[in-house]
């Protein structure tokens, strides 16, 4: 396994709403889909790999959280996401069932 890949293992973090929309000033949020590995896209990302990338952007598997997303959280500010920062990104995924 790739010290990479361990690195983002080790950082994988579960935080709630209210913890991350402090990033929304700098426009660093990036939703990344349920159906995603969290850490495999963060790898993806730190290592620039535009082609992968550019086709999880295209199926509407990663992007930017929409304004609806946004104020739907706005209102359950406990709302938990499982969290990596893939610099300059924060990489967010949504925990279901929670």
């Known amino acids: 396994m790739s010290e990479v890949r361990e690195r ?3 950082d994988l973090a579960e935080v709630d709403w ?3 929309r402090i990033h929304l000033q700098r426009d660093a949020l990036i939703l990344v889909a349920a159906q995603l590995d969290l850490v495999e ?3 993806k990302v730190a290592a ?3 082609t992968e990338i550019g086709c999880w ?3 509407g598997q990663l992007g930017k959280p929409t304004k609806e997303q946004l104020d739907a959280w706005e209102t359950q500010l406990d709302k938990p996401f499982r969290m990596l920062i893939a610099a300059p990104y924060i990489l967010l995924q949504e925990v279901k069932n929670a």
């Open 18 to 20: 209210s913890s991350v």
């Open 48 to 50: 620039d790999e535009t």
């Open 41 to 43: 896209v963060a790898c």
């Open 57 to 59: 952007i295209e199926s």
């Open 8 to 10: 983002f293992e080790k």
